[in-house]
């Protein structure tokens, strides 16, 4: 079955750098669009960034825009989000997944991706 695990969270002071990782089991990876979103305590959850099965499209959220930066090494089925310059808004639990068919237009939708991670925690302290 599709396993993704996600690791690589813990608390950071505010401009400190994270880098989390989301491994991939039971799918063909390079086929796969991988999206990161997040959800803080009492919010919905939120598109982050995603990145098409090439690594060659990447899409974020303008808030974090020069901040993160999503890839991936498909030859090791994991997908990377690299968090610099980090701030206490970006506390959150983050959650890989993955989508074979999404489109363009529904990458930042959560309903569209078949597979989710479990989840890592990111705690940003001010």
């Known amino acids: 079955q599709v396993q993704l695990v996600e690791s690589g969270g813990g608390l950071v002071q505010a401009g400190g750098s994270l880098r989390l990782a989301c491994a991939a089991s039971g799918l063909t990876f390079r086929s796969y669009t991988i999206g990161w979103f997040r959800q803080a305590p009492g919010k919905e959850r939120e598109f982050v960034a995603a990145?098409?099965?090439?690594?060659?499209?990447?899409h974020y959220k303008d808030s974090v825009k020069g901040r993160f930066t999503i890839s991936r090494e498909n030859a090791k089925a994991t997908a990377y989000l690299q968090m610099n310059s980090l701030k206490p808004e970006d506390t959150a639990v983050y959650y890989c997944a993955a989508d074979r068919s999404i489109i363009l237009s529904s990458l930042g939708m959560a309903d569209q991706y078949d597979y989710w991670g479990q989840g890592t925690q990111v705690t940003v302290s001010s």
């Open positions: 990145v098409r099965g090439n690594g060659g499209s990447t």
